[in-house]
């Protein structure tokens, strides 16, 4: 029976590409790729299991494994798999050049001002009045914005429709409904 080559799970599997150049892929489920793809904020109970799949003969599984520990590097656990773990310079080269293991100022996700994280589709009401740039709009303390979109390059924004108008909205004006 296939399983997630990280969790082991059997449910909701999906072919998972691997970054940078795409040739790469493994078998994963749902509820790692979401996390992997910082769509949800990381479990670290769910991936004690990569104390196991790091050791995986396949070199694209240990590339995701130590992404993923050097993620979760502040768990003591994650921190002495670091140290056990090896991968030779050209996987270690591979791994690193997506500089998804690094810690940022964030997590990856669009927060709200109460630090509720915002999905694409979610709708959202406005804590303050703001002037719309370019235009005579002013949108009003209160007011919802329906079916937001992300933006992706930047998690302290998100895009919606007022009065008809799209315009970006920086997250810390806006709580979810």
Do not use: F
Not at 23 to 48: F, G, Y
Not at 104 to 130: E, F, P, Q, Y
């Amino acid at each position: 029976m296939m399983s997630c080559e990280l969790c082991g799970s059997n449910e909701n599997l999906n072919q998972h590409t691997v970054a940078p150049d795409g040739a790469k892929s493994i078998l994963i489920c749902d509820k790692c790729a979401r996390q992997i793809e910082k769509k949800v904020e990381l479990d670290p109970n769910h991936w004690t299991c990569l104390k196991d799949s790091m050791w995986s003969e396949n070199p694209t599984v240990q590339v995701v494994a130590w992404r993923m520990l050097n993620r979760l590097k502040n768990e003591t656990w994650a921190a002495d798999a670091i140290d056990m773990m090896y991968l030779d310079d050209d996987m270690m080269e591979y791994a690193k050049v997506t500089n998804d293991h690094l810690e940022s100022d964030g997590d990856g996700m669009h927060r709200d001002c109460n630090g509720a994280i915002l999905m694409a589709g979610d709708s959202v009401t406005l804590i303050k009045s703001l002037d719309v740039k370019g235009s005579s709009v002013q949108a009003k303390i209160g007011t919802a914005v329906r079916n937001i979109k992300l933006v992706h390059d930047n998690t302290e924004q998100i895009e919606g429709k007022i009065d008809g108008q799209q315009i970006v909205i920086l997250t810390k004006y806006v709580k979810k409904s």
